[in-house]
């Protein structure tokens, strides 16, 4: 069904269609117009989840966690500092190899007190086992939340998901949204270490070096073994819904000479800054990374990259930037740009591509090359 | 008379230490609650008393969570259970650092929303799992490794703060009654809401007195009226047989005192301080228990 909606009510929407069991929820701009919406589902009787108004973000992905490990679909969202609270529970959640889906509106840390677009939140959660994944359209936050669920609790991938829309820019967009009914394309949810008191275990009891140790490998073999389950989802999404993903999401790339790496709604300007710079003749294309865990092998060979980070770790540089530079082994003009909700225009992006310096880093606005 | 299942729910060969109180008590708790029972257990001496993984001590599912987080992660278990259709008993077991410092958030949270949980928080008043270091609820005069010189604040009053909740379900009870402990635990299981039951566990290691006293050192803290030990239910308080006793004819607080190495040099003042505060909590209860007020 055509509508229009933001990316909050379209995230909303799409938790609406899977029915978690339990939802936590405790509001913090941007995201809170997606629990209020919930609520509302749920006071309507649109949605039959059990609705928890939790005191904290801690105490969201806490008792997210509790419902979980009973074999319950859950789902909480948050942003920002909420983000950071729950922290703890946040690497606990994927260390009990639980399928939690949340949705993280990306938002800058205070102080001081910010509440615009920028993407440290989540970036400070990537190395939790979490897959990330970051939307750049009001669509791609619907869809991108129906995948999100089959992808976290399929038996080879069993990791929470958090999927990521750049606050106010997206979150409180409003666009055209094509709702769904998914069907069967995620199946009930069967967790195979769900609490059973016919069968009593001890779960997250105290562990030794070389189990703890044998877990840690087996998140990381669940991380690399997503990579096919989310292949997989994002083409049958496609065939049975007609829109398709991919964990970097190209424009005119084949046969550019440079490309522009960026997440989020960035990457989706970054498709206008190409289609300028071909009228001028630059031979530009863009990459939108959409997964940032597992991170994408991108082939990045040939040409010239400029990365745009909406993001940054203080002592060492833009973390899309570095990961790159580690993986794909390439010297990219890194872009510091669009911190806590910086505008960067599609003429901008076009200008970081033409007065590119390989090698060298640009704080935009703020800096020279460094 | 009270049958006590013969069932075991806690095994032997736990890794608690010799005289541990928390692990009789837990013992009663899942006789009380049965095998239909899942126990959330904060970082706290039952995380190391339960063993090893892969092995297990209690035959019953235990969830253990991060330190802060139990009775939030109680509320999605117990959500989860009904939304499933389950009857499961769901019983958060915490240490008293683990409910009245670092928990307490999630606690108000959990009974403000009247969580159909039972929450028992055993306290024997310090941190003992990282060995002894003071909590909100150490009283005031006791040696841990952060006051060495003696606490200089008094214990924080936990049972008023979770009354303030209006719970379905308030009691005390102390390892040294377990069939008091038992009633208490059955009687809070078959009542909707939030119920709490706060257990006094006297710690040979930590309070510093010899292992097989442990038993002996909570009749005397009942006994002296430092531990009270009561009921609340529908707004009603019921003083237990022990403490109505002590009420009228209590044993010298110096006996309790001084049979425990971590009141070692403590003051007059303090002991005045602890006096006062039993004697006003229990002048408090039995005018509630009258109907005055």
Same mark, same amino acid.
């Given at each position: 069904m055509l509508t229009i909606a933001t990316g909050n009510k379209a995230v909303a929407a799409a938790v609406k269609e899977l029915s978690p069991d339990v939802i936590a929820a405790y509001p913090i701009t941007p995201q809170t117009e997606i629990v209020e919406q919930i609520a509302e589902y749920v006071t309507s009787k649109e949605l039959d989840s059990r609705y928890i108004p939790v005191e904290s973000e801690h105490s969201a992905m806490a008792a997210c966690i509790g419902a979980s490990i009973t074999g319950a679909r859950t789902f909480t969202a948050t942003s920002s500092h909420g983000l950071l609270y729950m922290h703890e529970m946040v690497n606990w959640a994927a260390g009990a190899r639980l399928p939690i889906v949340m949705a993280n509106v990306n938002r800058a840390l205070g102080p001081g007190w910010n509440v615009w677009a920028e993407h440290t939140d989540a970036f400070q959660e990537r190395d939790t086992g979490w897959l990330q994944v970051y939307v750049s359209t009001v669509q791609e936050a619907y869809d991108t939340t129906l995948m999100a669920f089959r992808i976290a609790e399929h038996a080879d991938v069993l990791l929470p998901v958090m999927v990521n829309l750049d606050g106010f820019l997206l979150s409180h967009s409003m666009q055209s949204l094509d709702t769904l009914k998914p069907g069967d394309f995620v199946p009930p949810l069967h967790l195979p270490h769900a609490i059973d008191v016919a069968n009593p275990a001890g779960y997250g009891t105290l562990t030794g070096p070389e189990e703890h140790f044998k877990f840690r490998w087996e998140i990381e073999q669940s991380m690399r073994r997503s990579r096919k389950v989310i292949a997989e989802t994002e083409k049958d999404f496609a065939d049975r819904f007609g829109r398709s993903y991919s964990v970097a999401e190209e424009y005119r790339f084949e046969d550019a000479d440079v490309a522009v790496i960026a997440m989020g709604t960035l990457g989706k300007e970054a498709e206008v800054a190409v289609d300028l710079l071909r009228n001028e003749g630059v031979k530009a294309g863009s990459l939108r990374v959409r997964w940032l865990r597992p991170f994408p092998d991108l082939d990045l060979a040939g040409r010239d990259i400029v990365v745009i980070d909406r993001d940054y770790s203080f002592g060492s540089g833009g973390i899309i930037a570095h990961s790159l530079m580690a993986r794909s082994r390439i010297e990219p003009y890194s872009v510091i740009a669009g911190l806590g909700g910086q505008e960067v225009t599609y003429d901008d992006i076009a200008g970081f591509v033409r007065d590119r310096r390989p090698g060298s880093e640009l704080w935009f606005g703020v800096s020279g090359n460094v | 008379m009270t049958e006590i299942p013969k %069932? %075991?729910?806690?095994?032997?060969?736990?890794?608690?230490?010799?005289?541990?109180?928390s692990s009789l008590i837990l013992r009663y708790v899942l006789k009380a609650a049965g095998p239909d029972t899942v126990l959330v257990v904060p970082a706290c001496c039952t995380s190391v008393i339960q063993g090893i993984y892969p092995n297990t001590a209690l035959n019953v599912p235990v969830y253990n969570v991060a330190f802060a987080s139990a009775a939030a992660c109680a509320s999605g278990m117990t959500e989860a259970f009904q939304k499933a259709g389950k009857k499961t008993n769901v019983i958060v077991y915490a240490g008293d650092g683990g409910t009245v410092d670092i928990g307490i958030q999630a606690l108000s949270g959990a009974f403000e929303r009247e969580t159909d949980f039972l929450y028992i928080c055993y306290d024997n008043e310090a941190y003992g799992n990282t060995g002894m270091q003071r909590s909100g609820s150490t009283p005031i005069g006791a040696r841990t490794t952060t006051t060495p010189g003696g606490k200089t604040h008094a214990k924080k009053d936990l049972d008023a703060i979770v009354d303030a909740h209006n719970p379905s379900y308030l009691a005390t009870a102390c390892a040294s009654y377990p069939l008091d402990l038992f009633k208490k635990v059955q009687k809070a299981l078959s009542l909707r809401g939030s119920k709490f039951i706060h257990v006094l566990a006297p710690c040979p290691p930590g309070w510093r007195f010899?292992? %097989?006293?442990t038993v002996e050192m909570g009749k005397l803290a009942v006994k002296s009226g430092l531990w009270i030990l009561y009921e609340r239910e529908f707004g009603k308080v019921t003083i237990n047989g022990p403490s109505k006793a002590a009420m009228i004819k209590p044993v010298p607080l110096e006996d309790y005192l001084s049979g425990q190495g971590r009141f070692k040099g403590i003051d007059q003042k303090a002991i005045d301080a602890l006096k006062s505060q039993s004697e006003l909590r229990a002048k408090h209860l039995q005018k509630e228990a009258d109907g005055i007020c």
């Open positions: - | %069932e %075991e729910y806690v095994l032997k060969c736990t890794s608690a230490c010799a005289g541990c109180p010899s292992s %097989e006293m």
